[in-house]
């Protein structure tokens, strides 16, 4: 049997995307890997109104889910770790209602969406488990990305965290 990650071509702007601009071919952590390389990309986009914000994730969402899709049916497999775009979707979620105001309040959420993303809680494992195709691969960061702003929201507006 081939490796999966053979199939994957960098040059091919699908597979260039699913797997966050070659980040999810890290052999260590790739979803670790991926929500980190989401980093500047949201720091980029945090100058945008909230409307714009919500837009973009939405978007990004959308092209995800046919990205996702894409590029696990080439590879032969559903939701490759390689596949990181989900990361990206659920990282840029997580920061949506906390401004971001130091390299604390970014290093707070990525400990905390890669918390969800790789614990599952309830309902993450089952939606992982039970949603297939790219809304499977989806779905679940993006409730990750839900429950993880929801974490830092409160830790930043009731505990101080920052």
Not at 57 to 72: P, Q
Not at 100 to 114: H, K, M, P
Request: one cysteine or more; aromatic letters at 12%; hydrophobic letters at 50%.
């Amino acid at each position: 049997m081939s490796n999966p990650i053979s199939k994957i071509r960098l040059s091919n702007p699908i597979h260039l995307l699913a797997t966050g601009f070659g980040s999810g071919l890290s052999p260590w952590v790739p979803g670790t890997m991926g929500t980190l390389a989401a980093v500047p990309f949201y720091l980029l986009m945090a100058s945008l109104s909230p409307t714009l914000l919500i837009v973009a994730i939405v978007l990004g969402s959308a092209v995800g889910i046919y990205l996702c899709e894409r590029t696990s049916s080439d590879m032969g497999v559903h939701d490759h770790g390689s596949i990181v775009w989900d990361e990206f979707i659920g990282f840029w979620i997580t920061m949506l209602l906390v401004p971001v105001t130091d390299w604390q309040t970014v290093l707070a959420g990525f400990v905390i969406f890669r918390f969800f993303d790789m614990v599952k809680p309830w309902p993450i494992s089952w939606l992982d488990k039970q949603v297939q195709g790219g809304v499977g691969i989806m779905l679940d960061d993006i409730v990750a990305g839900l429950m993880s702003m929801v974490a830092l929201w409160a830790g930043h507006t009731y505990m101080g965290w920052w």
